[in-house]
């Protein structure tokens, strides 16, 4: 069952996402390995509850139907964590990891609570309430990857949290015109309203100006949750410090290239080449480089705190 469920595993991360399957490479194999269950169990979560496979565009499912998928994927995860036999390759690989490495229950049904508020139809008034979602679908994440990592101290976990909902900023900025057809808004109705904008003409393209500037702003706010991101370098093995560096030079650039293309930002999907890909995996092996000389340090005042 071993190699089949790395195969599956491997697949989801290479088809899911490229942004981070270039620092999953820079893993020694067994955190490699974990890496790319965890990956796969939470890629295949949020497939489910949109109805697609690997992210593909697919039919859009009763809103009903969409709470039956939710019950099973909580009813799976319980399944996993009693240890009984798994059929579905992504909660027998969620099973290997959760039980090797004591990941916390709480963290799992964390994570599962951020693809309710889509069933949901979640609205974010504040700010605050788009960081508690970012905190539910990637800082969890964040949260589980560390310990994968073997990381258990408080302060550098906070740090792995930072850099989740660091890279769901830039999701959301990068994704606002996709998610509006979908008819989802995670920007909060508080920058919304005052220029005019809710969620069901975000995605007109009269808009797009002001769009970028929502972008911006989104983009700016990610910037002190990757700094404290940063400051947690030093808490992993010098591998992991370069795996992660790399994925944090990634995805921030990807924020960097929102802000950049301005009002033409949703003309395509905006991503990194090779070749930057590469620049940026030459930087994070010098960042993982230099953080063994230094402790982690304090996260910056004034970020939103995990429960």
């Known amino acids: 069952m071993s190699m089949p469920l790395m195969e599956h595993a491997s697949q989801t991360m290479a088809v899911g996402s490229k942004s981070f399957a270039t620092a999953a490479k820079l893993f020694d194999a067994s955190t490699r390995r974990s890496t790319l269950m965890l990956y796969a169990w939470c890629r295949h979560c949020d497939d489910v509850i949109d109805g697609q496979t690997l992210g593909a565009s697919a039919v859009q499912h009763p809103r009903d139907d969409a709470q039956a998928r939710m019950a099973h994927l909580e009813l799976e995860t319980r399944r996993a964590y009693s240890g009984a036999a798994m ?66 101290d408080e302060r550098v976990l906070d740090h792995a949290c930072d850099l989740g909902l ?30 005019g904008l809710h969620a069901a003409n975000l995605a007109e393209t009269q808009h797009r100006a002001t769009l970028a500037t929502l972008a911006a702003r989104l983009v700016a706010e990610a910037e002190p949750y990757y700094q404290s991101a940063h400051a947690g370098l030093p808490g992993l093995s010098l591998r992991s410090a370069w795996a992660i560096a790399t994925a944090h030079g990634v995805y921030r ?38 953080s063994r000389l230094t402790r982690p340090a304090q996260r910056p005042e004034g970020l939103w705190q995990r429960p």
């Not at 589980?144 to 990381?151: D, Y």
């Not at 900023?169 to 008819?183: C, F, M, P, S």
Request: glycine residues 8%; hydrophobic residues 45%; neutral net charge.
């Open 87 to 152: 059929e579905e390759p992504a909660f027998a690989a969620f099973q290997e990891v959760a039980l090797m490495h004591r990941i916390p229950p709480q963290l799992a049904f964390d994570h599962l609570a951020g693809f309710a508020m889509d069933v949901h139809q979640q609205r974010y008034l504040r700010f605050e309430d788009t960081l508690r979602y970012c905190y539910h679908v990637a800082g969890v994440v964040g949260l589980m990857m560390a310990r994968v990592m073997g990381v258990r």
């Open 253 to 290: 650039e990807i924020g960097v290239k929102v802000q950049q293309a301005g009002s033409h930002a949703w003309d395509r999907r905006q991503r990194t080449s090779k070749g930057e890909k590469l620049g940026l995996l030459l930087k994070g092996a010098g960042l993982a480089l230099s």
């Open 166 to 195: 660091a890279f769901q900023l830039t999701n959301i900025a990068r994704d606002i015109v996709e998610d509006a057809h979908q008819g989802r808004c995670y920007l909060p109705e508080e920058w919304l309203h005052p220029l």
